[in-house]
C-alpha cells in the first residue's frame, strides 16, 4: 500500500516512553527525507496511577508530502496498554460508561490499524481502565472495518531480552522498542539509520544501547509474521523542500536558538531573565545549556523578577528577553509597561495554555492575544507577533529581536503549547543568509547632547547605556518631557507622547513584509488566521479551494491588510478561542464584515471540522 | 573627584527639612571619595520618595516601577559586572511590595550597594503605615492603630544569608558617607538601613537617637577593631553575657573600663554576634509605647556604623565565570558552530 500521509499515533501509559518513541521515529522520518509534524499529548496529571485513563501519555505524528498538522485522525495506533486503547477509541468521552467507538471523537478512523499489546489486556488492566466487561473490543464498539494487530509485546520483550542479564523491569521500560522496531517494519523504513538514532540518544549510557537495539531489531523481524495479515506501507514521492541541511526540530528549541542567532547578528550578547513555567521552561533549559554562546540566563525568584531582570539587562545594552506562559504574562504586565515607557528592546515570548488562571497547562489555546495587545495600564502599544510553526519559531524569534532593538520596544511573541512541543522538519540557515539587525545605538555625535528623549526621523530614541562617557541619562517609567528627557507632568506635553509611543509602533509596519495570500486566490472565501494554526488552515483552505490569510504580525497589521481584505465577499476567522483575532479586526475595520470559527478544547483544529464548517 | 561632579541639573525635591536631602549630599561625597566615574556607575530605583535619588545623580539612572528596583539592579550588575551599581529603596519599596527581590539580591550575594532608607511611613502616598512602623502606630491607613507586628530590616537582611549591613542616621553625616564607602568597598549585596526622618508625615521618628542631646547615650558607632564604647562622657561599653538557665546570649552595658567589653568584628562569619548588635534598641519600634518619656537611659544603645561586613562569593561573579569557563571547554561560538553539531542531512 503507498500514501502520501500518514498519521502515526503512539499511546501508552504515562511510564512507556510514548514521547521518546514518538520522536524517534519522527526523526527517523525526517531522517529519510519525509515532512513531519508531531503533537505530543502528554497527560495534565503530576503522575496517574499506571494504567489508568489519567496517566495516559500520546505522540502524533504525520509524515508524508505537503505536511501541513500532525493530522486529524491516525491511521496507524500504536496501544501500549487498555487504557491507551479506550482513550484511542473514545477520545475526550472517555470518562462516559456508555461511550462507544464514533467517528467524530476516535482518535483513530474507521480504516485504521490498531496494534495492541495484548499482555496488557488482563482482568486487572481492563479494572483499572474501568471496562465493565472482558472483552475490551466489543465493549468499545471498535468497527469491523478497523484492522487490529494482536501482539503479544511485553512477551516478546521478554523473550528478546532473556539473556541480557537485565532485571525484569529495565526489560519491561523496553516494549516501547519493540513497538518502535514493529512500527518500522510497518513503513518498510532501513533499521541501520534506526540503530544510529538510537546510538545518538544513548549516547551519555552507552549500556543501553546493546539491549535496546536487539529488542528493536527483533520487533522489526517479528513484523515479518505478521506479514500475511498486515500490508506494509511505502510513503510516496519526495518532499518538495529547498536544498539544504535539515534537521527536526521542536518549536521552543527553535525559538531558542532564534534569540542565539539574533545576539550574534545584532553583535549583543543574549540575556534570559526568566521563571519555569509550563509550556514555555524548554526555552531557558535550551538557553541554560548555551554558555558556550555565552548566553546568560538569571533563573529569577518570580515571573516579575525574570522580566526585570531582563529589563535592567537592555538598560546596561544587553539583548534582553524574557519567556513565560499566559499566568506570567499577567505577573509580568506592569514590567512591560516600563519597557515601553522607558522604551528599551526587550523580548517577551509568551508560549501560549489553556487559561484562565492555572487552566490547562500542558494544552494549546491561542486565548492571551487581547492580552498582549492590550493587558497593561494606561496608552502602553507594543510590537506583538505570532510564529506559525515549530520551525519559523526560529525566524519569529530573531525577528521579534530585529524589531525590538531597531525600534527601542518590547516586542511580543505568541507560540504556543502546540508549537512549542511539535517538532517540524527545519531547514537550517547560515547566519550570513538571516537578515540584518541595526540596533538602534546613539551615534557618538550626541555626546554630551545625549538625552533619552531625543528621537531619529522615524520616532525611534537612541540607545545609550552604562560605560559609555557622556551620554549619562536618567531613565524613568514616570512620563518623561519630549524635548528634555526629565520628568514631566505637562498636560500637552503627556498627550505629545502618549502620540510618540503610539506612532513608533505604528511606523514598524514599513518593517515587516506585506500579506501574503495563500491557496485559491481567485476564491470568492477567504480564511483568516494568526500564529499556530497556519498549518490547520493551510489543509483546510485547500480542501475547500479557498484563499487563507495567515497573519504572523498583530501589531502593527501589514501594510496590505486593508487591501486583502477588501477582496473577499465572505471572510472566516478561525482561532482557537473564542473570536479575540476577529475583535481586533473589527476594530481596525468596522465597514468589513468577518465570520467566526472557534474552538477552545485546548486542542489544534481538526481539519475537517473547519472544512465542514466553512462548508455549511 | 569633587562631589559636584555627581550632581545632575536637577532641582532637588524633597521636601524641606527631608532626610533624604541629608543622604543625597553624602551619596554624592561617597561617590565622589570612591572615585569611579559617574558613567561607570548605574543608581537602581523602584518608587517612592527615596526612589527619585538618581535625578539628582550625574550618573546613569533608573528610576522604574514600585518594589522592582532590586530586580532590574540585579539584571544590570549580573550582565554587567564592570558596572558600579546602586540600588535605592525605602521600607515601603523595599520590605513590602519588593519583599521578594529584597531578599533574593541578599541571598544571591549580587555585588549591589542598596540604600534602604527607613522612614517607618509611606511619604509619596501621603501617610500610609509601612512594614517597619510600630505595632498599634497611627496612620491614615490605621486610624485605629495598626495590628501587624513590624519587620526589624536587620533581621531580615542576616535571615537572607546578608554579608553587608550597616546602619546610619540622615543627621549624621560622617557616619553615613563612612557607610556608603564602606558599601561600595564590600564585594556583594551591601545593604544601608538609613534612619531618615519623615517631617510631614512621620516627623521625630528617629528622635530617640537623632537628637543631639541623647546620640551619645542613645546610640553607638560601631567601627571593625574597635572597642564598644559610647555614652556622653564614654564611660561605658558593651559586653556579653549568657543565661545560665536558657543559655540566651545577650548584650550588657559594662564601664568602660570594664574588661569584658567586646572589640568589634564586623568579619566574623557567624551572625550571631551582629545580630544582638543589630537588634540593640530596636524593641522600641515594635510597638507604640504609651509614655516614652519614662525610659531610662540605661537601655541598650541603637547600632550604627557598619555592623557585618563578610567575604563570600558574589552572584554576578560566579555566573561570568561559569560562562567564562565553559567557554574555555568548548570550540563551539558562533551560531554556524552551533548548528553543526545538529543531526542533520541533505536534501
Request: hydrophobic share 40%; proline share 5%.
Amino acid at each position: 500500500m503507498s500514501k502520501q500521509q500518514v498519521v502515526v499515533r503512539f499511546c501508552g501509559d504515562s511510564g512507556d516512553g510514548m514521547q521518546l518513541t514518538g520522536t524517534l521515529f519522527s526523526s527517523l522520518n525526517a531522517i529519510l527525507g519525509h515532512e513531519i509534524s508531531t503533537l505530543p499529548d502528554f497527560p495534565a496529571e503530576i503522575r496517574a496511577p499506571q494504567g489508568t485513563l489519567g496517566g495516559v501519555s500520546g505522540f502524533q505524528v504525520e509524515l508524508g508530502n505537503q505536511v501541513y498538522t500532525p493530522g486529524d485522525k491516525a491511521d496507524v495506533i500504536v496501544a501500549m496498554n487498555a487504557a491507551a486503547l479506550k482513550v484511542c477509541t473514545l477520545g475526550g468521552h472517555f470518562n462516559h460508561p456508555q461511550a462507544h467507538f464514533d467517528d467524530e471523537f476516535a482518535l483513530y478512523h474507521r480504516h485504521a490499524i490498531v496494534i495492541v499489546d495484548t499482555d496488557s489486556l488482563t482482568d486487572k488492566d481492563l479494572e483499572k481502565a474501568q471496562y465493565h466487561t472482558d472483552n475490551p473490543f466489543t465493549e468499545l464498539g471498535i468497527p469491523e472495518s478497523v484492522q487490529i494487530v494482536p501482539v503479544a509485546l511485553t512477551t516478546l520483550t521478554k523473550e528478546s531480552l532473556a539473556e541480557s542479564g537485565m532485571d525484569n523491569k529495565s526489560i519491561l521500560k523496553s516494549r516501547n522498542m519493540f513497538a518502535f522496531g514493529l512500527i518500522c517494519w510497518l513503513f518498510d523504513e532501513p533499521m541501520e539509520k534506526a540503530i544510529h538514532l538510537l546510538e545518538d540518544k544513548f549516547r551519555k549510557k552507552p549500556a543501553l544501547i546493546a539491549p535496546n537495539t536487539k529488542v528493536m531489531v527483533d520487533g522489526y523481524n517479528y513484523g515479518q509474521n505478521l506479514a500475511i495479515s498486515v500490508n506494509q506501507i511505502h510513503l510516496d514521492g519526495h518532499p518538495n523542500e529547498e536544498h539544504g541541511s535539515y534537521t527536526s526540530i521542536a518549536g521552543n528549541k527553535a525559538t531558542a536558538w532564534g534569540l542565539i542567532a539574533a545576539a550574534e547578528k545584532a553583535g549583543k550578547r543574549l540575556f534570559l531573565g526568566s521563571y519555569p513555567i509550563t509550556p514555555a521552561t524548554d526555552i531557558m533549559h535550551e538557553l541554560a545549556a548555551r554558555k558556550d554562546m555565552n548566553v546568560m540566563v538569571v533563573q529569577a525568584e518570580d515571573e516579575i523578577a525574570g522580566v526585570c531582570t531582563a529589563i535592567g539587562a537592555s538598560f546596561a545594552g544587553d539583548l534582553a528577553c524574557t519567556s513565560t506562559s499566559g499566568p506570567g504574562l499577567s505577573l509580568k504586565s506592569e514590567a512591560i509597561g516600563l519597557a515601553v515607557m522607558a522604551e528599551l528592546p526587550l523580548v517577551v515570548i509568551d508560549v501560549q495554555r489553556g487559561g484562565p488562571s492555572t487552566g490547562l497547562p500542558t494544552k494549546t489555546e491561542q486565548t492571551d492575544l487581547l492580552q498582549a495587545l492590550y493587558g497593561r495600564n494606561g496608552e502602553c502599544p507594543a510590537v506583538v507577533i505570532a510564529a506559525s510553526s515549530s520551525a519559523n519559531c526560529f525566524d519569529y524569534a530573531f525577528e521579534a529581536c530585529r524589531l525590538a532593538m531597531e525600534n527601542m520596544t518590547p516586542v511580543i511573541l505568541l507560540t504556543d503549547t502546540y508549537l512549542a512541543n511539535g517538532t517540524a522538519l527545519w531547514r537550517i540557515p547560515k547566519l550570513a543568509e538571516l537578515p540584518a539587525i541595526h540596533p538602534q545605538s546613539v551615534p557618538e555625535s550626541l555626546k554630551g547632547q545625549y538625552n533619552p528623549a531625543l528621537r531619529d526621523a522615524q520616532g525611534v530614541r537612541y540607545w545609550a547605556f552604562p560605560g559609555m562617557e557622556g551620554f549619562q541619562h536618567r531613565n524613568i517609567g514616570l512620563e518623561r518631557d519630549a524635548e528634555r528627557g526629565t520628568i514631566s507632568t505637562n498636560p500637552e506635553n503627556h498627550e505629545q507622547m502618549i502620540l510618540a509611543r503610539k506612532h513608533k509602533i505604528e511606523q514598524v509596519a514599513n518593517r515587516i513584509p506585506e500579506l501574503r495570500v495563500q491557496g485559491n486566490t481567485a476564491s470568492n472565501t477567504l480564511l483568516v488566521g494568526w500564529g499556530s494554526t497556519e498549518g490547520h488552515l493551510h489543509a483546510a483552505a485547500n480542501e475547500l479551494d479557498c484563499a487563507l490569510a495567515q497573519f504572523n504580525y498583530i501589531m502593527p497589521l501589514p501594510k496590505n491588510t486593508r487591501e486583502i481584505l477588501s477582496r473577499y465577499q465572505r471572510i472566516v476567522v478561525c482561532e482557537l478561542n473564542t473570536g479575540q483575532f476577529a475583535t481586533y479586526l473589527r476594530a481596525q475595520f468596522p465597514d468589513i464584515t468577518f465570520e467566526q470559527y472557534n474552538e477552545t478544547q485546548g486542542q489544534p483544529f481538526a481539519v475537517e471540522r473547519i472544512v465542514n464548517h466553512v462548508k455549511h | 573627584m569633587e562631589a559636584s561632579e555627581y550632581k545632575s541639573d536637577q532641582y532637588v525635591r524633597f521636601c524641606p527639612g527631608c532626610g533624604d536631602h541629608a543622604i543625597c549630599m553624602a551619596l554624592q561625597k561617597a561617590m565622589a571619595q570612591i572615585g569611579i566615574p559617574p558613567h561607570q556607575i548605574a543608581v537602581i530605583s523602584g518608587i517612592g520618595c527615596s526612589s527619585r535619588m538618581p535625578h539628582y545623580l550625574n550618573t546613569y539612572g533608573f528610576n522604574t516601577i514600585h518594589g522592582r528596583g532590586g530586580a532590574v539592579a540585579t539584571g544590570v550588575k549580573t550582565s554587567h559586572p564592570e558596572l558600579t551599581v546602586w540600588q535605592m529603596s525605602g521600607d515601603g519599596d523595599c520590605l513590602a511590595i519588593g519583599g521578594n527581590h529584597f531578599i533574593h539580591e541578599i541571598r544571591r550575594n549580587v555585588n549591589l550597594n542598596v540604600c534602604m532608607f527607613n522612614n517607618r511611613i509611606y511619604g509619596l502616598t501621603k501617610g500610609q503605615y509601612s512594614p517597619t512602623s510600630p505595632k498599634g502606630f497611627v496612620s491614615k491607613s490605621s486610624p485605629f492603630g495598626t495590628v501587624e507586628r513590624p519587620f526589624i530590616p536587620a533581621e531580615l537582611v542576616l535571615g537572607a544569608r546578608g554579608t553587608f549591613f550597616a546602619r546610619t542616621l540622615d543627621v549624621d553625616m560622617p557616619t553615613t558617607v563612612e557607610c556608603l564607602v564602606a558599601a561600595h568597598q564590600h564585594k556583594g549585596a551591601s545593604i544601608v538601613e538609613c534612619l531618615v526622618n519623615c517631617v510631614i508625615f512621620n516627623n521625630g521618628t528617629h528622635a530617640w537617637i537623632a537628637d543631639r542631646e541623647q546620640r551619645a547615650e542613645h546610640a553607638i558607632i560601631l567601627k571593625h577593631g574597635e572597642k564598644m564604647i559610647f555614652g556622653t562622657n564614654k564611660d561605658k561599653g558593651l559586653a556579653v553575657e549568657i543565661d545560665p538557665q536558657t543559655f540566651v546570649p545577650k548584650i550588657i552595658v559594662v564601664p568602660a573600663d570594664d574588661p569584658r567589653v567586646l572589640t568589634h568584628d564586623a568579619h566574623q562569619q557567624d551572625p550571631t554576634l551582629h545580630r544582638l548588635l543589630a537588634l540593640m534598641g530596636q524593641d522600641r519600634y515594635l510597638e507604640v509605647k504609651a509614655n516614652d518619656e519614662g525610659t531610662t537611659g540605661e537601655c541598650l544603645p541603637v547600632a550604627l556604623g557598619v555592623i557585618r561586613d563578610v567575604e563570600a562569593e558574589t552572584y554576578d561573579e560566579a555566573v561570568n565565570r561559569q560562562i567564562q569557563e565553559v567557554r574555555a571547554s568548548s570550540k563551539t561560538r558562533t551560531f554556524d558552530q552551533l548548528t553543526a553539531t545538529l543531526e542533520q542531512w541533505q536534501m
